[in-house]
Structures are given as C-alpha cells and as structure tokens.
C-alpha cells in the first residue's frame, strides 16, 4: 500500500516515503561515475581528466531541469493541498511540455559554445578535442535528461517514488552495459563513454512520459496543458534556488579544475574528478531527500496543517544530522580503496586523490543542511530565501574559499575550500530558519 503526502509521517513512514527519491538521485549520479570508471582504467588518465573538464559546463545547462521539476512541484504540491486537482494536472502536462522544448533550444546553444567553454578553462590540445568531442556527443540526449531530472520530482508529488527509482535503475543498467560493451570490447574510448550515456538517457526520459500518458488512474497524469504566465514565472521563482545551486556547483567544479590546472597540472583535474564522483553520490542522498521531502511540505503548506509541517521540519533535520555523521565516517574509513578504484594504475595519482579525499570528506558532516533549507523553503513557494541560501553558499562563501586558500594553504586549501564555506552556510540556514518559524509554523 502506498504512502500518501498527506499522511502522517513517523520515522519508518517517511524513511519509505524518501527512499525511491534518495535512490534515485544515487543511480543518476552514476552516469558520470560509470562513465569515469570505465575511461581511467580502460583509456586514460587524460582522457579521464578531458570528460571531467567538461561535465560541470554540461551541469550548468541541466539545471534547467531542477527549476522546472523543484520549482514545479512546489507549486503542483500546493494545488493538490488546496484541492485543486484539475489545475495541478494541467500545470503538471504543460510544464512537461515546455522541459521538452526547452531542453532542445538548450543543446543547440551548448553545441555551439563547448569550444569556448574548454577552451576557457585551461583546455588544449588533445584534451580540449576529447572535452568537446565528448559533451557534444551527450548534447544528442540532452533533452530526455532534462525529462528524467523533471520527472524525478513530478513522480513524487504524484505520489509514484518508486517510479523514478525503477527507471534510473533500467538507464543505469543500460548505461553500465553499454560502457562495457563500447570502450571494454569495441575500444571507441570517450566516445563509447558518451554513446552509453545517450542510450541511459533516453530509457530515462521517455519511461516516466510513457507511464503517465498510458496510466491516467493516479492523483497527476498527463492530458491538456494550459500554462498561465503567473504560474510559470511562479514555477521559476520556487525553483530559482535549485537552479542556482546546481548551476554553482557546476561553475565551482569549473574554478576547482581551473586552480587546479594551476596547482597540479591535468593529475589535478583527474583526482579532483574522483572527489567529486564520490561527493556526487552522498550530496546525491542528500539532494534525494529534500526532493523526496519536498512535496509533503508543499502539501500541509497548502492545507495550513503547520503541526505535520513542523513533524516533518524536525524529523528532516536528526535525518541530515545522523546521515552526516554516517557519511563522513564512512568516507573516512573507506577513502583509500575508493581512490584506488580509479586511481590504482597510477600511484601519484592515487597518492594525491586519496590526500584531498580525506580533507574533502570532512564537508559531509554538515553539507546536506544548506540542501534541505533551500528545498524546505522552495517546497514552502518561497524562492527568494531559498535563493539566498544557495547564492551564498556556493557562489559566495565557496567561490572566495577557493580562490583565496590556496593563496595561503597551496594546494590544500583547494581540497577544504568546501569545508569552509559550508560551516557559514550552515549558520546561514539557521538563522533563517529561525526567522521565518513565526510565519510558516514549523
């Protein structure tokens, strides 16, 4: 029997109700990973260090797709709260529309500044050809997965999790297979890294569409799409602050290749792609819970039941608590045969990943705090605080961090430039929490 936002939610309720969510963000953070275990130890570290160069310039165009599905849903979870059933449905088929449209005038603007982008970065030679080769080949998909990180939203506020889970698992066996298959026995390197992505990404955007068109018993299904003005510009405010925290932390990985480029050379850019497909798993954990999270806010907002809306506040916060203090030890405890796994060929390279691992992991303590206060607010249709929060943490706090450390630390203050800037985002958080606590009822 499913779980329904308007329920009461005890830890065991919500922790089933999260769940698909948090495993979803995990199977779609390991596109990249698949991908960049398959080329450092099949192709090469420079090949390796080339698709990490470019990933983050891709991630600034996905994001997007988080305004849409955050921004959305919040506004979608608000109307189902109101009882306003044929509204949500409607907003629900035309915001899906418009992911779509937008998602193909996006690839065609990316195709054409990729050159700019790596090039910009510090890229040359062969490593700028393999850059470019290589986003230009995931641009061919860049539409469905626009669909899959909407749809990762929209499948929870229509109350499917499992949904999302099922179909990230099927790109993510696709992927996996295909990256065998293309770099290990038909030898295309990158390209055959790309090639995998693609096929991954349109099993994970045309699945959810398939199942709502087809299957149109449940609370949200795909029919007439009627899109207010007032209601997109809406859907943009909500979802303003997880377009800035995705677009940050893509423009953040730029400058941290960039520094270190700088610092280290393409070894730098090669470790620091190991640290991040690592983070991007555990930050993936945290992002899946406040997305999972997100439309029963939205919900008991709506309904005015600020009692639930205060429940789910603090069960929110021992969740990010007692994850954090998992997280980081685990890191910890299992840093060396993690670098290893990428690195092992090389003992440099393994050496400096496994240093700056270790200095990195100490951010995942408290780093799924600034997550959830931006997606809590969003869920709450207040995107200018939540925007707040995002800008600050990463455009600003992390941005300073880690251009002024290695000033002063070398090359170390690249690796705890995060750790920094989220201990003041962390302070941030609070004080708005405590804040907008009259207001809201939490």
């Not at 941290?256 to 930050?283: C, D, P």
Request: overall charge neutral; aromatic content about 16%.
């Amino acid at each position: 029997m499913g779980i329904e936002i308007s329920s009461h939610f005890s830890y065991r309720k919500l922790m089933r109700f999260v769940f698909p969510s948090i495993a979803t963000m995990i199977f779609l953070s390991t596109y990249s990973i698949i991908d960049g275990f398959f080329v450092s130890n099949y192709v090469g570290d420079r090949a390796f260090a080339a698709i990490n160069l470019i990933f983050p310039a891709l991630g600034i165009f996905g994001c997007v797709g988080a305004v849409i599905g955050a921004g959305g849903s919040a506004l979608i979870g608000k109307r189902l709260g109101q009882q306003r059933i044929e509204e949500a449905c409607s907003l629900f088929s035309s915001l899906s529309l418009a992911g779509l449209a937008i998602g193909f005038v996006l690839a065609a603007c990316a195709w054409c500044v990729m050159p700019w982008i790596a090039s910009g970065m510090g890229a040359e030679g062969e490593m700028l050809r393999e850059s470019v080769f290589y986003g230009r080949i995931l641009l061919i998909s860049f539409p469905m997965h626009l669909l899959q990180r909407i749809y990762h939203s929209f499948a929870v506020t229509a109350g499917k999790p499992p949904l999302a889970f099922w179909t990230n698992v099927a790109s993510g066996v696709i992927n996996l297979a295909f990256d065998y298959l293309f770099i290990v026995c038909f030898g295309w390197a990158v390209a055959g890294a790309a090639w995998a992505t693609v096929l991954a990404e349109f099993t994970g955007g045309l699945l959810p569409v398939l199942y709502f068109i087809l299957y149109r018993d449940g609370i949200l299904h795909l029919g007439y799409p009627r899109l207010r003005l007032e209601d997109f510009l809406k859907v943009c405010s909500n979802g303003i602050s997880q377009f800035l925290t995705g677009v940050s932390m893509s423009f953040l990985a730029m400058v941290y290749n960039y520094q270190l480029l700088r610092f280290v050379g393409e070894k730098g850019v090669a470790a620091f792609g190991v640290i991040m497909y690592i983070s991007f798993v555990f930050e993936s954990a945290y992002l899946g819970y406040a997305q999972g999270i997100a439309p029963v806010i939205s919900y008991n907002y709506g309904a005015d039941n600020r009692k639930e809306l205060g429940n789910v506040f603090r069960k929110s916060l021992m969740f990010y608590a007692v994850t954090g203090a998992l997280v980081t030890i685990g890191s910890l405890v299992f840093a060396s045969p993690l670098a290893w796994l990428f690195t092992g060929y090389s003992q440099e390279l393994y050496a400096l990943t496994l240093h700056g691992l270790r200095l990195y992991a100490l951010s995942f303590t408290i780093s799924g705090f600034p997550i959830f206060a931006a997606s809590f607010f969003t869920a709450l249709n207040n995107g200018p605080v939540a925007a707040e929060i995002s800008v600050c943490q990463s455009i600003l706090f992390e941005l300073i961090a880690v251009v002024m450390l290695p000033l002063i630390l070398g090359v170390d203050g690249i690796w705890v430039s995060v750790d920094a800037a989220n201990v003041v985002a962390v302070i941030l958080s609070v004080y708005f929490w405590k804040r907008y606590q009259p207001r809201y009822g939490y």
